[in-house]
């Protein structure tokens, strides 16, 4: 089975659900924001969480695609940057529970975190961002035996920010032999690193994954099928999300729309990372670009079935006969 090695923000959900908005006034959060805040901030915001009770989620973007390549059998890797303290610790241990092979770095600023304030008879969601570690990742702490070995490369968008450490990752990764796959995380990202992205993807990236958003800031088009054209004029294989309508996958002269997988959706975290990760394993198996699409589609079915990014494992089974299905099909 071939491998794949991600880079990410290693950030854990802090999940609290409040009885009323009391703590969004303290802390000045307008509902339904994200807002970063500062280490002094997002310490006093966890200690005050914690009185109430919370859940933690370790995630970010790569992790949780890499985390899902795993549980589908691939070896996996995840290079992310943890502070020495107890939420580090339990991002480490998470993915290695997964079956994840971590290079976690160190560093002496605490472990990222996204505070999440669940309030209301809707459950609306309010988050403060506190990146810490994440952030102090640079392109010293990478060494190319990260990357030996390894068949395909994931990157997180939201590290596009830090132009350096990608740029260095991508050339250890060329030179390790990986196909190199990009989510491109969200459209702002994509408008205030334009320049530096288009370089990247066209001298780097195989496969792009981006929604419509991201795919409109990155090719300037508002035709969401245009948008896709142009996007594959600069990759190998450019994949397009447009939600519970589905997926347009585009590569050369070969482009096909991929209707959703049927759903009960309830919460839409985690559709992207997990499309990602169903799309890059059947990739891994050599499958057509098709087939790639719709095991994307599956198991991101699966993931808005649920609250949050873990598919309970019943869910798990049922995608993986459906995928086994899919893929006896497309041998057939
Ligand atoms: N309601 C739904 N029902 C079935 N499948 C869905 C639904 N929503 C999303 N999906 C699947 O998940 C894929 C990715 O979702 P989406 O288009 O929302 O990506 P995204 O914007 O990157 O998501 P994210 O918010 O996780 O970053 C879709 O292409 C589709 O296959
Ligand atoms: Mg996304």
Redesign the pocket.
């Known amino acids: 089975m071939k491998s794949i090695l991600g880079i990410g923000n290693a950030l854990t959900d802090i999940l609290a659900i409040l009885p009323d908005d009391s703590l969004l006034k303290e802390y000045h959060l307008p509902l339904g924001s994200m807002q970063h805040v500062d280490m002094e901030t997002g310490d006093r915001i966890w200690s005050a969480l914690k009185k109430v009770g919370v859940k933690y989620v370790p995630g970010g973007s790569a992790a949780n695609t890499i985390t899902c390549t795993s549980i589908f059998g691939m070896p996996s890797g995840y290079i992310g940057k943890i502070g020495d303290d107890e939420l580090g610790q339990l991002f480490r241990s998470t993915m290695e529970q997964y079956g994840v092979r971590t290079t976690m770095l160190h560093s002496d600023k605490s472990s990222g975190r996204c505070m999440v304030f669940i309030t209301g008879a809707n459950a609306e969601r309010t988050f403060a961002d506190y990146m810490g570690a994440a952030l102090e990742m640079g392109p010293e702490d990478l060494k190319p035996e990260y990357f030996e070995g390894y068949d395909y490369f994931h990157i997180e968008g939201y590290l596009v920010q830090n132009q350096d450490l990608i740029a260095k990752a991508v050339q250890m990764a060329r030179e390790a032999g990986c196909i190199i796959s990009i989510d491109m995380a969200s459209y702002n990202v994509v408008e205030s690193n334009d320049a530096f992205l288009h370089n990247l993807i066209d001298r780097y990236v195989d496969i792009v994954f981006a ?1 419509e958003s991201e795919c409109r800031a990155f090719t300037k088009k508002d035709d969401p099928v245009e948008s896709l054209r142009e996007l594959a004029t600069h990759c190998e294989i450019a994949a397009l ?4 309508d ?2 347009w996958v585009k590569s050369r002269d070969e482009e096909i729309y991929i209707p ?2 049927p ?1 009960t ?1 309830i919460d ?6 997990t ?1 990602a990760a169903g799309f890059l394993y059947a990739h891994s198996l050599g499958l057509p670009l098709k087939v790639c699409g719709e095991v ?2 599956i198991i ?2 699966k993931v ?1 079935e649920v609250v949050g990014t873990k598919i309970d494992v019943p869910r798990w089974r049922t995608a993986k006969l459906e995928i086994r299905e899919l893929i006896e099909k497309a041998n057939a």
């Open positions: 929604n999300k447009v939600g519970k589905g997926s959703a997988w759903a959706p839409g975290t985690g559709a992207g990372d499309y994307g589609s991101a079915a808005v």
